[in-house]
């Protein structure tokens, strides 16, 4: 992590005033002052979640926020539902969508899911070029002797991720993509039975999963590069969490 715990909590205390805040404003309009009135938009709305995804949710030196923008609809959804039910736990996240309904955590997955801003990739200035090779394969080809696939096998071979519900894996931090899959190792954070990314993650030592993540945030992206709609052939594990997703997109749950 880039940023200590209490520094992290502080910033969630901010962002969860300033959501409130904006929430208030949006609903009310000021008799007493002729300033411009403040649309009422999900751009508007969101302005709290973008204090910490970064504005355009562009990459910032604070490493530990996942970049959401472009990622699917049904992935983000289900996200934001793992949060809500306790599968995933981080404070500031909580207190955040716990008020909402389930048809305004849509519309949130909605707005992000089509947004394509460009990926300035930060390489680290630790990672070592057997540190970056050994990524690069782990991402391409996996590993048949530890039973890794390839992530490519699942996120597409453009690491772009698939609709409506397999997410894309750049634009992320390397902080980030570490911290996560140690929380998928440790129960932390769990995702819909059968967990696929829990079993990978076991089978991952911390040199793999720090040299894909390594290599992965080191990968740029463009201007409106997008998920794909399909793989060419089935994953190569069975993933609770995309059929999940995938089903609530599907029969309509989610608009896309």
Same mark, same amino acid.
């Given at each position: 992590?880039?940023q200590?715990?209490?520094t992290?909590?502080?910033k969630?205390l901010?962002?969860?005033?300033l959501?409130?805040?904006?929430?208030a404003?949006?609903?009310?309009?000021?008799a007493?002052?002729?300033?411009?009135?403040?649309?009422?938009s999900?751009e508007?709305?969101?302005?709290?979640?973008?204090?910490?995804h970064?504005?355009?949710?562009k990459?910032?030196a604070?490493a530990?926020y996942?970049r959401? #923008?472009?990622k699917p609809?049904?992935? /983000?959804?289900n996200?934001l !539902? %793992?949060?809500?039910?306790g599968r995933?736990?981080?404070t @500031?996240?909580?207190?955040?969508?716990?008020?909402?309904s389930?048809?305004?955590?849509?519309?949130?997955a909605?707005?992000?899911?089509q947004l394509?801003?460009?990926?300035?990739?930060q390489?680290?200035?630790?990672?070592?070029?057997?540190?970056f090779?050994?990524?690069?394969?782990?991402?391409?080809k996996g590993?048949p002797?530890?039973?890794?696939?390839?992530c490519v096998a699942c996120?597409?071979?453009t690491?772009?991720?698939?609709t409506? #519900?397999?997410?894309g894996?750049?634009g /992320?931090?390397r902080?980030? !993509? %570490?911290?996560q899959?140690?929380?998928?190792?440790n129960? @932390?954070?769990?995702?819909n039975?059968?967990?696929c990314m829990?079993?990978?993650?076991?089978?991952m030592?911390?040199?793999?999963i720090?040299s894909?993540a390594t290599?992965?945030?080191?990968?740029?992206?463009n201007e409106g590069d997008?998920p794909?709609?399909s793989?060419?052939?089935?994953?190569?594990?069975?993933?609770?969490?995309?059929?999940?997703?995938?089903?609530?997109a599907?029969?309509?749950e989610?608009?896309k």
């Amino acid at each position: 992590m880039t940023q200590s715990i209490s520094t992290i909590s502080i910033k969630a205390l901010f962002c969860f005033v300033l959501f409130n805040l904006s929430a208030a404003a949006i609903a009310q309009t000021s008799a007493s002052t002729p300033a411009k009135a403040i649309p009422d938009s999900m751009e508007e709305r969101v302005k709290a979640c973008v204090m910490c995804h970064a504005p355009q949710d562009k990459a910032t030196a604070d490493a530990y926020y996942p970049r959401i #923008a472009g990622k699917p609809v049904g992935y /983000l959804y289900n996200q934001l !539902i %793992n949060f809500k039910e306790g599968r995933r736990t981080y404070t @500031a996240m909580t207190n955040l969508i716990d008020p909402l309904s389930d048809a305004y955590l849509q519309k949130i997955a909605v707005y992000f899911s089509q947004l394509h801003p460009a990926y300035v990739p930060q390489p680290s200035p630790s990672a070592t070029p057997e540190m970056f090779a050994r990524g690069q394969i782990l991402v391409t080809k996996g590993d048949p002797a530890k039973n890794i696939p390839a992530c490519v096998a699942c996120h597409s071979s453009t690491l772009l991720g698939v609709t409506p #519900a397999v997410p894309g894996l750049l634009g /992320l931090p390397r902080d980030y !993509i %570490n911290a996560q899959f140690g929380a998928m190792r440790n129960g @932390a954070r769990r995702n819909n039975a059968p967990d696929c990314m829990a079993q990978i993650a076991q089978r991952m030592s911390s040199d793999d999963i720090n040299s894909a993540a390594t290599w992965l945030s080191a990968q740029k992206m463009n201007e409106g590069d997008k998920p794909t709609n399909s793989l060419p052939a089935p994953m190569p594990l069975k993933c609770g969490s995309v059929e999940h997703a995938s089903s609530a997109a599907n029969s309509g749950e989610v608009a896309k």
